[in-house]
């Protein structure tokens, strides 16, 4: 039997069905059809091994549930790369739902371990980075991450090989970023490539200049402000913008976020902070806080340029900065409508929501949760 309904990560919206063009691989047998019902049927035998829209041709997600879905994981290895990308993207889309619970997304997730498709790899990454104000106060998710990332850091290792595909170069790029998030023991191995980051592969710069300002001391701290002064406009810059992102002192993340419109950073490259600091960083949340209540207001002019930087930056900010003062933002967010910004509070506010589900849902399933600062 298959149902369908429209896909929220907050409420169950009650959306008449759609027209949707369905295919289903059936034991390797193609059954295409339209489903413009809340349900059909598709007959099948006991023990068929099912999969529908095979290589990600449908645009909507698919929750497997009893033996099909044990079936499917007993071949995932098997699955082609697009079909196994779809799994791990939909897991985690259900999770933050409600509609998965954490032991069945964790043995999901784990599976990226033994990963060898760089498109999978780079896919993690960006399941991490969406959820990482999430993670690191759930020890046993972010235990999960960060053996996904070792392993694949072990199988990639520190540097191109030759003939490597540029999809294997950024996935390196982007394990490494992980894993300076994810492991205060390789932070500090990276840490202390700086010296040499001139001469270090251009794939695993970025992941130095993390490191570094995560640990970096009051004089470090100063120096890569300078730094940041004096590189040329382009990708330089925007690395060390994104590095700064990492800095876990609340007043120094603090400072380089009110650089906006100081004229002391690109616009760009103060996105590429905002972006570290809300989505990397886990220490961010009350740096975060102090720019929107005590500054973003003033700051309208240098974010209303009409390409929806107001927008991304209340969506992306006001779900981390929330966490520890949900009603607090969402009074914040009350008393203080911001046109450019208002679909971006919305969204925000709604992945606000997803998020505190995600941690009662971890309660629920006898797993630690806790507001501890992550270790450094």
Same mark, same amino acid.
């Given at each position: 039997?298959?149902?369908?309904?429209?896909?929220?990560?907050?409420?169950?919206?009650?959306?008449?069905?759609?027209?949707?063009?369905?295919?289903?691989? &059936?034991?390797?047998?193609?059954?295409?059809?339209?489903?413009?019902?809340?349900?059909?049927?598709?007959?099948?035998?006991?023990?068929?091994?099912?999969?529908?829209?095979?290589?990600?041709?449908?645009?909507?997600? &698919?929750?497997?549930?009893?033996?099909?879905?044990?079936?499917?994981?007993?071949?995932?290895?098997?699955?082609?790369?697009?079909?196994?990308?779809?799994?791990?993207?939909?897991?985690?889309?259900?999770?933050?739902?409600?509609?998965?619970?954490?032991?069945?997304?964790?043995?999901?997730?784990?599976?990226?371990?033994?990963?060898?498709?760089?498109?999978?790899?780079?896919?993690?990454?960006?399941?991490?980075?969406?959820?990482?104000?999430?993670?690191?106060?759930?020890?046993?998710?972010?235990?999960?991450?960060?053996?996904?990332?070792?392993?694949?850091?072990?199988?990639?290792?520190?540097?191109?090989?030759?003939?490597?595909?540029?999809?294997?170069?950024?996935?390196?790029?982007?394990?490494?970023?992980?894993?300076?998030?994810?492991?205060?023991l390789y932070r500090l191995e990276m840490r202390h490539r700086f010296e040499?980051?001139?001469?270090?592969?251009?794939?695993?710069?970025?992941?130095?200049?993390?490191?570094?300002?995560?640990?970096?001391?009051?004089?470090?701290?100063?120096?890569?402000?300078?730094?940041?002064?004096?590189?040329?406009?382009?990708?330089?810059?925007?690395?060390?913008?994104?590095?700064?992102?990492?800095?876990?002192?609340?007043?120094?993340?603090?400072?380089?976020?009110?650089?906006?419109?100081?004229?002391?950073?690109?616009?760009?490259?103060?996105?590429?902070?905002?972006?570290?600091?809300?989505?990397?960083?886990?220490?961010?949340?009350?740096?975060?806080?102090?720019?929107?209540?005590?500054?973003?207001?003033?700051? &309208?002019?240098?974010?209303?340029?009409?390409?929806?930087?107001?927008?991304?930056?209340?969506?992306?900010?006001?779900?981390?900065?929330?966490?520890?003062?949900?009603?607090?933002?969402?009074?914040?967010?009350?008393?203080?409508?911001?046109?450019?910004?208002?679909?971006?509070?919305?969204?925000?506010?709604?992945?606000?929501?997803?998020?505190?589900?995600?941690?009662?849902a971890a309660r629920r399933a006898g797993l630690e949760v806790t507001r501890?600062?992550?270790?450094?």
């Amino acid at each position: 039997m298959l149902s369908q309904r429209r896909f929220s990560l907050v409420g169950s919206p009650n959306d008449p069905p759609w027209p949707i063009p369905l295919t289903v691989q &059936v034991d390797g047998t193609r059954v295409e059809r339209l489903m413009h019902e809340p349900t059909a049927e598709i007959p099948i035998s006991r023990d068929a091994d099912v999969l529908v829209a095979p290589g990600r041709t449908g645009f909507f997600r &698919v929750r497997y549930k009893g033996p099909v879905r044990q079936r499917i994981l007993a071949r995932y290895r098997a699955l082609a790369p697009l079909d196994r990308l779809g799994l791990q993207d939909d897991g985690l889309a259900f999770l933050l739902a409600g509609e998965m619970d954490f032991p069945e997304y964790l043995d999901l997730l784990r599976r990226g371990e033994t990963e060898t498709n760089p498109s999978l790899v780079s896919q993690a990454y960006d399941a991490l980075t969406w959820v990482r104000p999430l993670v690191y106060r759930i020890p046993a998710w972010e235990e999960a991450f960060r053996r996904v990332f070792t392993s694949q850091g072990e199988r990639l290792g520190p540097a191109a090989s030759p003939g490597e595909s540029p999809a294997t170069t950024t996935a390196r790029d982007m394990v490494t970023r992980a894993r300076v998030a994810l492991d205060p023991l390789y932070r500090l191995e990276m840490r202390h490539r700086f010296e040499a980051i001139g001469s270090a592969a251009p794939e695993v710069r970025q992941a130095i200049y993390m490191a570094y300002a995560a640990t970096a001391s009051g004089v470090e701290y100063s120096g890569l402000i300078r730094q940041m002064r004096e590189a040329p406009p382009g990708h330089e810059g925007r690395m060390i913008a994104t590095g700064l992102g990492m800095l876990s002192r609340t007043e120094w993340l603090l400072e380089c976020l009110n650089r906006l419109g100081s004229g002391e950073m690109q616009v760009s490259s103060w996105i590429a902070l905002a972006y570290a600091a809300t989505w990397l960083n886990p220490t961010s949340g009350d740096a975060l806080w102090a720019f929107l209540s005590g500054n973003l207001e003033s700051r &309208v002019s240098s974010l209303a340029t009409g390409g929806g930087t107001m927008a991304l930056v209340l969506q992306y900010s006001l779900p981390v900065a929330g966490l520890d003062r949900p009603a607090e933002i969402r009074q914040w967010v009350a008393d203080h409508p911001i046109r450019e910004g208002e679909e971006g509070a919305k969204k925000g506010l709604g992945m606000l929501a997803a998020f505190e589900n995600v941690l009662d849902a971890a309660r629920r399933a006898g797993l630690e949760v806790t507001r501890r600062a992550p270790s450094s």
